[in-house]
């Protein structure tokens, strides 16, 4: 999958960007929802889930991190759209802020993930990184007045974001 579909050698412009950071956020719901099922299952005993989890957690992180390198470079696309330029910069304080936060739960979770640490603990940190993610994810998108994309149905094929993510910024 790649999350920053046909971007190179194309002029990025504001609509554009946001069109691109709600699409991510989309594809960075399906993962984590994903994610929270490998722990329910292995929770309930499934051992080839809970042999997974560590590989799904990886993926959040790396899916994620290209998110983040993208939105910080579009971001400055957006904000130019603010007339004031002390709001620019607030906004844009704010957002790096988040990042900073985001980047370091992911760093926790992943590293919990790695040591295998215990299942109940490292599925119950997921569940609170993803409500984080998720949270942050709709205060961008009302704060950057981006129109959430239509959810895909829980019953939706995942066949289109199975891929791994290659943690590729060009
Ligand atoms: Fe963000
Ligand atoms: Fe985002």
């Given at each position: 999958m790649d999350l920053i579909p046909a971007l190179s050698g194309r002029h990025l412009d504001a609509d554009a960007a946001k069109q691109l950071l709600v699409l991510q956020h989309e594809k960075i719901r399906v993962l984590l929802d994903k994610a929270r099922g490998v722990a329910e299952r292995a929770l309930g005993g499934k051992k080839r889930a809970a042999a997974r989890l560590p590989d799904a957690i990886s993926r959040i992180r790396r899916t994620v991190e290209v998110h983040l390198q993208f939105e910080e470079r579009a971001l400055a696309v957006i904000l130019?759209?603010?007339?004031v330029p002390s709001s620019r910069a607030q906004h844009a304080a704010w957002f790096l802020r988040d990042h900073e936060r985001q980047r370091e739960a992911l760093t926790r979770l992943h590293g919990q993930a790695m040591a295998k640490s215990e299942l109940p603990g490292l599925a119950a940190a997921l569940a609170v990184l993803s409500a984080g993610l998720s949270n942050d994810m709709d205060e961008e998108e009302r704060t950057l007045s981006i129109a959430p994309a239509v959810r895909a149905t829980?019953?939706?094929?995942?066949a289109a974001v199975a891929d791994p993510v290659e943690t590729k910024t060009a």
């Open positions: 130019e759209e603010d007339a829980p019953t939706a094929p995942m």
